[in-house]
């Protein structure tokens, strides 16, 4: 009998994931080592419209959305992952108190920090390895300083909206009352563009996808057979979201840690959604999560958004 993995928590929402009608899994068990660098791949692509259109609005709008931040801050980035978008705001905050990235990837955040350490020694860089949608304390080290929050990348779009309200409200309470928090937004667009973002040519999100089931076979002792999914992504536009998914090629049963698992043949495990917004639909949400829109940024062609969030008073 295989012993059970280290991480209780994995194997119980894996566990509570298949066992669900439909079956479905949390996005944030992509990012492994593995997974956080097949990402920094997707960011890329020619088809990943998301990241290069965020770096052009932070590049245009830098001074302004640093402007949007307290002086002598400490800026919190939730999911930090690659430090390449913060450089941007950073060049503009030469008094920041700390820089916290957040992420639940230890070893690819620590690889992170140590890089931003190197090459500005003047910044007093706190990584924290934790999930960054549960509450979690700041190092001890960032005292009284102002907090701001930086949550690029429309990773909110991961999350259905009752749980991307939920998840603002956490930040606010991580930041607490009068602190700036900003926002990357995807935003609504042609289906062809969008769905070739989430299914590119060279594979490379696929690989992303399947490697969720690699992360369970060896740390969970799953039972998945390569090449048994494959990768499918398409616009839901009823629900205004992208939806990814791993197919299975067969009727089969997987063995997870001792527990069986049935599949049908063409059954899907839904793995990640990606939400798209209008300005106003993102404003209205984070207004019932207890933040102000401020100023909001964007491209020429509207792709994509950048927002500035103040909290409100409890």
Do not use: C
């Not at 190197?118 to 549960?134: G, K, Q, S």
């Not at 399947?210 to 536009?237: P, Q, Y």
């Not at 067969?250 to 049908?264: L, M, N, S, V």
């Amino acid at each position: 009998m295989s012993r059970l993995p280290d991480d209780r928590q994995f194997l119980e929402d894996v566990w509570d994931g298949l066992a669900a009608t439909p079956k479905a899994l949390p996005a944030k068990y992509f990012y492994d080592a593995a997974g956080s660098e097949l990402f920094e791949g997707i960011t890329g692509l020619a088809e990943y419209y998301p990241t290069r259109t965020e770096l052009r609005i932070l590049d245009e709008h830098g001074p302004a959305i640093a402007a949007a931040l307290p002086s002598g801050a400490a800026l919190v980035e939730f999911g930090a992952g690659s430090t390449v978008k913060v450089r941007r705001l950073l060049r503009h905050l030469r008094d920041l108190t700390a820089y916290v990235p957040v992420d639940v990837s230890g070893e690819f955040l620590t690889a992170q920090a140590e890089g931003l350490r190197r090459d500005i020694p003047d910044l007093a860089v706190e990584p924290v390895v934790a999930d960054f949608t549960r509450p979690f304390a700041l190092p001890a080290t960032v005292g009284n300083a102002p907090r701001a929050g930086f949550f690029p990348g429309s990773t909110i779009g991961n999350f259905r909206p009752e749980e991307a309200i939920r998840l603002l409200d956490t930040f606010g309470a991580i930041l607490g009352e009068g602190s700036q928090l900003i926002v990357g937004v995807d935003l609504v667009k042609d289906t062809d563009v969008l769905e070739a973002a989430y299914d590119d040519a060279s594979g490379v999100t696929a690989a992303f996808n399947l490697n969720l089931l690699t992360r369970i076979n060896r740390e969970l002792a799953g039972g998945f057979a390569d090449d048994s999914f494959h990768h499918r992504a398409f616009f839901n536009a009823a629900a205004s979201r992208i939806e990814m998914h791993l197919v299975s090629r067969e009727a089969q049963e997987i063995d997870i840690a001792g527990r069986r698992f049935d599949f049908a043949a063409g059954e899907s495990i839904h793995t990640e959604n990606s939400y798209k917004y209008s300005i106003a639909s993102f404003r209205d949400l984070a207004a019932q999560a207890g933040w102000a829109a401020g100023e909001v940024w964007t491209d020429p062609d509207g792709l994509f958004s950048v927002h500035a969030l103040r909290r409100r008073p409890v």
